[in-house]
């Protein structure tokens, strides 16, 4: 919802429903993941994108159909349909994708989730879509309060609430979308009710430190995949805001120092670019021990050798050595600045969904993965 989140807060504020379609669960080679999303305006304006092109037809007359009943509806999409050719996945994946009327009267929370989305402040929507409750029930959750109910005016309602509460923030603090299931009552052991829970997590951090064209080549491309990037420096007159327009913010501080005050998770990339030992093993000493799902630093072979040396002389054992991506990126043969950021970029991307880095003409089975890694 992200992606169409302008275009469909418009229309609500002008007192509009419109019919929202959202993956809310994928199998095998679905072109897009869940959460993705595409919406239809009473006037026939269509913003975003379920799968790419495949079923956004029906998908486009299904919402016209929610639109005018006002009853939510969860259809499959795919090679599974008698009609698959016509409508369903040619790429073998099926999709199933809730299509449910929202306006003012019947999702209020929507501005407020809006504008938490805007304020970059956490929050999840957690909607029934299988099971024994009301397809289209609702409850928005933040990590210090939620409004709705899953199963509003049901004596065990606030059970099942507690419980997808409980899920939703973890989900939320890992950056996770997707399905949970439970009992009628919220009891875990059981899966007759199906949950989606749609993480609107702040986009994860990238850091790149050395105010290098390197570094402008990989804070545009870690815009490019959704980062909020930042670009640290010691040196004022390289790390300007005009050397890196494409970084959200420009920090001159020794880097080590910057990086020990920053708030770092597990979604957070670390990108070294320095090269100078004075600057890159001070701040490997901090990046090694954080909670980054990516630790990368840029140089050669001997310079890897000198700063790994130097850094078991600073006190790091081998298991936070070994969390180094050193030198940094996948083997691609990158040489330009855009090519080395095209190969860390690779690399951000292969951690988080644990793909083997091979040509894919040389593999088989599944083409997309599981998230594993930081968020991208």
């Known amino acids: 919802m992200r992606d169409v989140l302008a275009d469909i807060a418009a229309w609500y504020a002008a007192g509009e429903t419109f019919g929202l379609a959202t993956v809310v669960n994928t199998f095998r080679s679905a072109p897009r993941p869940a959460g ?3 919406a239809v305006a009473p006037s026939g304006e269509v913003t975003g994108s379920v799968s790419g092109g495949c079923v956004e037809g029906a998908v486009y007359e299904l919402a016209q159909e929610v639109m005018a009943s006002g009853r939510p509806v969860v259809q499959r999409y795919g090679v599974s349909d008698d009609d698959a050719f016509a409508v369903g996945l040619t790429c073998g994946g099926i999709l199933d994708v809730l299509v449910e009327p929202v306006g003012p009267g019947t999702f209020p929370e929507f501005a407020r989730v809006a504008d938490s989305i805007a304020a970059r402040e956490p929050v999840a929507v957690a909607t029934v879509v299988a099971g024994p409750g009301t397809v289209g029930a609702r409850r928005v959750v933040w990590p210090d309060r939620a409004s709705g109910s899953l199963a509003p005016g049901a004596r065990y309602a606030g059970r099942l609430d507690a ?7 973890g989900m939320l603090a890992q950056g996770l979308t997707g399905q949970r299931h439970y009992g009628r009552e919220g009891e875990r052991r059981l ?5 989606f ?6 986009p994860p951090r990238l850091l790149v430190f050395g105010a290098i064209d390197f570094a402008a080549a990989v804070a545009r491309a870690g815009k490019f995949l959704g980062y909020h990037v930042t670009v640290c420096d010691a040196r004022p007159v ?4 005009k050397r890196f327009p494409d970084a959200d913010e420009v920090v001159v501080k020794w880097p080590h120092k910057y990086l020990d005050e920053t708030e770092v998770d597990e979604r957070t990339a670390i990108c070294v670019l320095t090269h100078d030992p004075k ?7 901090v990046a090694l021990r954080t909670r980054s799902g990516y630790v990368g630093a840029m140089g050669s072979r001997r310079t890897h050798d000198d700063r790994m040396k130097r850094l078991r002389e600073a006190g790091l054992a081998e298991d936070e050595l070994s969390r180094l991506r050193s030198p940094i990126g996948l083997d691609l043969g990158a040489r330009t600045p855009e090519e080395t950021a095209v190969s860390i970029a690779a690399e951000l991307i292969q951690l988080r969904w644990g793909g083997s ?3 894919l003409t040389d593999t088989e089975g599944r083409i997309h993965g599981e998230i594993r890694g930081p968020e991208g």
């Not at 829970?197 to 702040?202: K, N, Q």
């Not at 390289?238 to 805001?241: D, E, L, P, S």
């Open 36 to 38: 993705a999303a595409m």
């Open 163 to 169: 419980a997808v509460d409980d899920d939703a923030r």
């Open 191 to 195: 899966d007759e009710l199906a949950v």
């Open 197 to 202: 829970v749609h993480s609107f997590a702040p």
């Open 238 to 241: 390289f790390a300007t805001a």
């Open 279 to 285: 600057f890159d093993v001070p701040l490997l000493e």
């Open 357 to 359: 880095g091979r040509p």
